[in-house]
């Protein structure tokens, strides 16, 4: 209770609270994540589930044009699944997989940044070589030939079944030098600080003093790349499922709801790709904004310019 | 810089075969060579007399030096679906992604250098500022969402421009398949254009923004104002010029989101280039085609970033000691 009320009082949420920008995207953003992790309580339909989904309702327009149905809001897509469902189901699999993506090159960076940053030498030399080649091959690319290199590897059918570990995996490995950049930079500045030293001097082991001293004080400016980082990997999720190297169309995200639905753009049905279009950009907007928000705030640096 | 030559070349060439090795292993472990080239009635006996020969039982690094040799001398080995020279078909499909991609270059120089430059000159301006949002409403939307939307409102609804392929060719000298000579040709590349350059044209407004308004800060820019030359004069041969050197540099590096970007538009587009072939390869299982793009694009790549490193050290001597960035 005690610490609410300081985080209540805190200068954190007083300029948060100032700043229009910030609140307007974060609601925007909080009630994106609520709606698509509440799917199963709000959606009118389960696109999952087959037996209430009619191929004769497919192609509805939404709800104010005509020929509508009043049972599909914004309309159905080709299979006849209720857009609003669909949409809702699909933006909670970008999320996750956004997330996961997210976490897990958090974690290969930190890594490598960390002992990287402590050890030094050629080990760092190395390490940090390796990130920059895969940083400048831009991680679209390096995302985009591991998905086609999986999907050869292990068959179309296959890697449908298995899509979003796999694509936590190819986001995740193609960004993760971001990561082990900026906390080496941190770390480098840290190590020469006199509570690491009064550390080493007391004997604690290397790896002691790398985690529990050194990692929490990096942690601001893993923060702040973070959020763009959530945004980078939905934004890569959206582009391999567009290229058919992502989701498959029965379990959809919204890049391959985008990609279901440009098939229909000639015939005129241009809800089934603007609607989850409309929410991708949305969703990374927010998130992005929120992102520079929270740079400027926690970078104080920035408040000198 | 001659020990930076080396440095960097030498660093070229251990990519290059790191892409190599990721290919060869690609291709060891998805196809079989000899099912390729015998059909159904040939004998177990006489398959293990064929695998000997080709040498398939070597070890696992020598075939992959031979793999080397041979890409060296530029055979890449033959697409499964195109029966033809893996290398050869790449070559075939590039012209149509270099007109793509020049015409997109062109597009963003044109504009990124004058909104840039406004951005930097009158950062309060109200139409600065509408640039400035509508660069980050840009970068927050796809580029295939874009592309989709383009096609939309001006193939769809308003029925002006072409949605896909690229219309009328002329061959030119060589065989290069072009679409610059027809009003046709030149239609169908409107729409692909301004959706490639609607995501690299806020990334280049927003650093020449930046560079500038650095430049702009510095005592000579105000020496040569107070000197009373004209405003444009400074502006462009003594502001502009100085960010000339970072501008090139960021955007040789920016080449491989380039061609990621391009992947995505001629999907959309149904744009015959090379990004088009290379999904198409990845649908069909083509290994080995897959395999070539990711040498040839590789190599591409690793040839301009290291041309640009090297091009930027021999102008800024603090590079070749303190290593990029």
Known sequence: MQGWRGFRKSYFVYSFLRDPMAMGSF?????????????????PHDPYDSSTIDIMDSEMPPLWLDQS???????????????????????????????????????MGIFVGLVAGYRGGRFDAFLMRLADVQLSFSTYMVAIFFGALFQAAFGMGRYEQLAVPLLVIIIGFAE??????????????????????????IGLSPGRIMWRHILPNTLTPVLVI?????????????????????????RPSLGSLIKAGFDYIFSGSWWITLFPGVALVVLILSINLLGDWLRDFLNPKLYKA | ?????????????????????????????????????????????????LR????????????????????LQGDLGNSFYF???????????????????????????????????????????????????????????????????????FSVGLGWLPSFGRGELVTLFGGWQSGYFTSDGLKHLILPSIALSSIMLP????????????????????????????????????????????????????????????????????????GAMFIEAVDRADTSLIVAYLVFVGALFVTVNTVVDLVYGLVNPMIRIAGRR
């Not at chain 1, 609601?27 to 959606?43: E, Q, Y």
């Open chain 1, 226 to 250: 973070s959020t763009v980082q959530v945004a980078n990997a939905i934004m890569s999720e959206a582009a391999l499922s567009f290229i058919g190297l992502g989701m498959p169309v029965t």
């Open chain 2, 83 to 153: 029966k033809r020279p893996a290398l050869q078909v790449i070559l075939g499909k590039a012209p149509a992604t270099l007109e793509l991609v020049f015409s997109t270059s062109l597009l963003v120089v044109l504009l990124s250098i004058p909104i840039g430059i406004y951005a930097a000159v009158r950062p309060r301006a109200w139409l600065a500022r509408f640039f400035m949002g509508v660069s980050i409403v840009g970068v927050s939307i796809p580029v295939f969402l874009t592309a989709i939307l383009l096609i939309y409102v």
């Open chain 2, 203 to 274: 990334l280049f407004i927003r650093l020449i923004r930046a560079e500038m308004k650095e430049v702009l800060e510095t005592d000579y820019i105000k020496y040569a104002r107070a000197k009373g030359l004209k405003p444009g004069r400074v502006l462009l041969v003594h502001g502009f010029k100085n960010t000339l050197l970072p501008v090139i540099t960021v955007g040789g590096v920016q080449l491989g989101t380039l061609i990621a970007f391009t992947i995505l538009t001629e999907t959309v587009f149904q744009w015959q280039g090379m």
């Open chain 1, 69 to 107: 149905d009043a049972r599909f809001l914004l309309g159905t897509d080709s299979q006849g699944r209720d857009m609003l469902s669909t949409m809702l189901y699909g933006m909670r699999v970008s999320i996750l997989i956004g997330l996961g993506a997210v976490a897990l090159q958090a974690f």
């Open chain 2, 1 to 49: 810089m001659f020990a930076f030559f080396i440095r960097r070349v030498t660093q070229a060439v251990f990519v290059m075969l790191v892409i190599s090795l990721i290919g060869f292993t690609i291709k060891q472990s998805v196809g079989d060579p000899l099912r390729e080239i015998t059909g159904i009635s040939v004998s177990a006996a006489e398959r293990d007399a």
């Open chain 1, 176 to 201: 993760w030098p971001q990561y082990a950049r900026t906390v080496r930079a941190s770390v480098l500045a840290e190590k020469k600080k006199e509570y690491v030293e009064a550390a080493r001097v």
């Open chain 2, 52 to 71: 000997e020969k080709l040498g398939l039982n070597d070890p696992f690094l020598l075939q992959w030096g031979r793999f080397l040799a041979r890409a």
């Open chain 1, 27 to 43: 609601l925007c953003l909080a009630i994106l994540v609520m709606v698509s992790f509440g799917a199963p309580l709000i959606a």
